[in-house]
């Protein structure tokens, strides 16, 4: 009788071993689908951040051309404005007009730029104390 209980014994401690290599192998086959899936996400990301940087780039060239547009319409405007309105004066005199006129859009535009940024940093500050006031 003891022949037999060995050998149910020797065939536990086989499947036993067995067990721990399925466990093992099904552990590291975990291991390398993960280590997968993490690559392939970085891989994504990476390409979503090059697309996005390149559109960000175009949008900006696009934007610099159509600035560069804007400012030589601008100084086009202003110069026949000057040449229109004074076609007598001596170019020093239409050189101070044309100056003045650039000079007061410039500070026009500065205040609007910054009252805008003023109130935008305001918000901002608005919310952030919004935000504090609702966690407490």
């Given at each position: 009788m003891a022949l037999p209980a060995t050998r149910t014994t020797h065939s536990l401690a086989s499947n036993g071993h067995e067990a721990e290599h399925s466990a093992a192998a099904a552990f590291e086959h975990l291991v390398t689908s993960a280590q997968s899936v993490i690559?392939?996400?970085i891989d994504l990301a990476l390409l979503e951040g090059r697309g996005v940087l390149g559109d960000t780039m175009r949008r900006a060239a696009w934007g610099t051309v159509g600035?560069?547009?804007a400012t030589v319409t601008w100084l086009s405007l202003t110069l026949s404005l000057v040449f229109l309105l004074l076609p007598a004066a001596s170019p020093a005199t239409r050189l101070g007009v044309f100056t003045l006129i650039?000079?007061?859009?410039a500070a026009v535009t500065l205040a609007m730029a910054t009252r805008s940024t003023r109130s935008l940093t305001r918000m901002s500050t608005d919310?952030?104390?919004a935000h504090?006031?609702?966690s407490q």
């Open positions: 690559n392939k996400r600035l560069a547009l650039n000079g007061i859009a919310n952030h104390l504090s006031e609702d």
